[in-house]
């Protein structure tokens, strides 16, 4: 057991630390959004060896503020508009200090019963909040790159019946994937992680809204049967992340069923906003799914990590994932869930707790009205900027996403690419927001996405004042009457 001194020691350092904590996500927008640092700056400030005698908690805390704020990049703050949201809030928090607290490594049922029963109940609460079809079983993975791989390896072994993980890939006939142009990274890595090859991944072409061309697949598809080949798996995305492309479910749910392909849906980002009846527009031909991952940990108030990931047949995930030496059989094995079987890593965090959390603390409707707000507050950004004639509106909203970029009439387009990345590099130093940066259509375009949970319509006019007055002061612009400024 702890010593009294050594437990006494932590209940006041641990109060010292909520303090912290409280006063960190009330006052974070004193920070510059993204860190201000240089590599090195923070390496440099710890010692080049480990520690020989013990230090105090109060000692490393202090260096919190000292050592590790500098570096950190503030995702939390109302000013953050790159990438996507990785919200935190003060139920995920508490939730994620009793886990720590209570130290428990949910592999199997036996390790901790309440850990894998929240899970599945918490799960199918979000699938019916998310609209979601019923029997759709949900497991959490940590990130939706390991949802994503999960059902390529479960495709994978369908395709291969059930020989990959026993033999090897030798004898099986070439595995071919499909997803759009515009599909994540994490499609390709799959591919690569799984021993199916990158170059056996068809990016198919897209449609003039990001989304991918059913009959482009279809064709795809069969020039690859015809050359001897076995598809496996097609992985549609809701929500792409640079363009915001919807794929059509139903055509391409279809074609799947008609060759006996694997449909795995990307919804990582979108997928939250099915919480919103209104835009459950997205999740027509969700049915035709064998896989679906949703990414609590980016605009459901999750802190990272906590991806949801439904499957509708958990035997041919099991069997993709299961083996069993003698340390991990129960005696209850077959009456329970042991969701170490459901993928890659053997250990497992409590995660569902902070999951449980939020969605009891925010309720459904809690999180449908911060959902619309910032969808509406996008709709707002997008107005201001399409009435700006400097400025052009690349991907128009669709739910807290756009794409625009600054290409001023008088200057060569040839420059716009190079125009744009000095008008992001200029706003991210100066601290004041953060946004990141993709290509539509081929051109350099700025991404805003508005999704952290306490920004407000007085930010994104913040923002966006700051990007039209950094954009003047950056080239020969046009000034208030029209003329040209050097
Ligand atoms: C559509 C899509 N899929 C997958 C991912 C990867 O998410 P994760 O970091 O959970 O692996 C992202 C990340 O933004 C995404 O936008």
Redesign the pocket.
């Known amino acids: 057991m702890p010593t009294t001194t050594e437990i006494e020691d932590f209940r006041r350092q641990a109060h010292a630390a909520v303090e912290w904590m409280a006063d960190y996500l009330a006052g974070v927008e004193r920070y510059p959004v993204r860190a201000q640092v240089a590599p090195g700056d923070i390496a440099a400030r710890l010692p080049a060896a480990p520690p020989e005698t013990g230090e105090t908690l109060a000692a490393i805390i202090a260096d919190i503020d000292r050592i590790v704020m500098p570096g950190i990049t503030h995702w939390q703050h109302p000013m953050f508009f790159a990438?996507?949201p990785a919200n935190t809030s003060p139920p995920s928090v508490l939730a994620e200090m009793f886990t720590a607290a209570i130290g428990a490594q949910c592999m199997i049922w036996q390790t901790s019963p309440a850990a894998t029963e929240i899970e599945t109940r918490v799960l199918d609460w979000l699938r019916q909040l998310l609209g979601l079809p019923e029997g759709l079983h949900g497991v959490i993975q940590d990130?939706?790159?390991?949802a994503?791989l999960a059902a390529i390896l479960t495709a994978r072994e369908r395709a291969s019946g059930f020989s990959g993980n026993r033999a090897g890939l030798g004898a099986a006939p070439r595995l071919t994937a499909y997803c759009s142009a515009e599909a994540?990274s994490?499609v390709e890595k799959g591919m690569g992680i799984a021993g199916l090859g990158r170059e056996n991944l068809r990016r198919i072409p897209v449609d003039g809204r990001f989304a991918l061309r059913p009959a482009a697949l279809e064709a795809a598809i069969a020039k690859d049967i015809a050359a001897g080949a076995r598809p496996a798996i097609v992985v549609a995305?809701l929500?792409?992340?640079g363009t915001s492309g919807f794929d059509p479910l139903v055509p391409i749910g279809a074609i799947c069923q008609r060759h006996g392909i694997f449909l795995h849906v990307?919804a990582?980002?979108a997928g939250s906003a099915l919480v919103l009846p209104e835009q459950r527009w997205m999740a027509e031909g969700m049915g035709l799914a064998d896989s679906i991952v949703v990414?609590p940990?980016?605009c459901l108030f999750t802190n990272f990590d906590c991806?949801a990931h439904y499957v509708r047949d958990p035997a041919a995930l099991i069997r993709t994932f299961t083996i069993l030496p003698e340390y991990l059989k129960t005696r209850e094995r077959d009456r329970v869930i042991d969701y170490r079987d459901w993928g890659i890593p053997l250990g497992r965090r409590f995660r569902a707790l902070k999951l449980w959390f939020v969605l009891r603390h925010y309720g459904a409707e809690g999180l449908r009205a911060r959902l619309r707000r910032h969808i509406a507050l996008t709709q707002g950004l997008a107005t201001d900027i399409a009435a700006e004639p400097d400025f052009e509106l690349v991907v128009p909203p669709r739910l807290s996403l756009l794409c625009f970029r600054y290409r001023p009439a008088g200057v060569d387009p040839a420059a716009f690419d190079a125009l744009n990345q000095r008008l992001l590099d200029a706003l991210n130093d100066s601290g004041a927001l953060y946004l990141t940066q993709t290509r539509a259509n081929g051109a350099l375009v700025l991404r805003v996405s508005i999704g952290q949970t306490y920004t407000e319509a007085a930010h994104v006019a913040r923002a966006w004042a700051a990007i039209r007055d950094t954009a003047r002061r950056l080239s020969v612009l046009r000034d208030d009457h029209g003329e040209r400024k050097a």
């Not at 990130?143 to 390991?146: L, R």
Request: proline content about 0%; charged content about 10%; cysteine-free.
């Open positions: 990438y996507f990130t939706a790159s390991a994503t994540h994490s995305t929500g792409t992340t990307d990582a980002w990414n940990h980016k991806s």
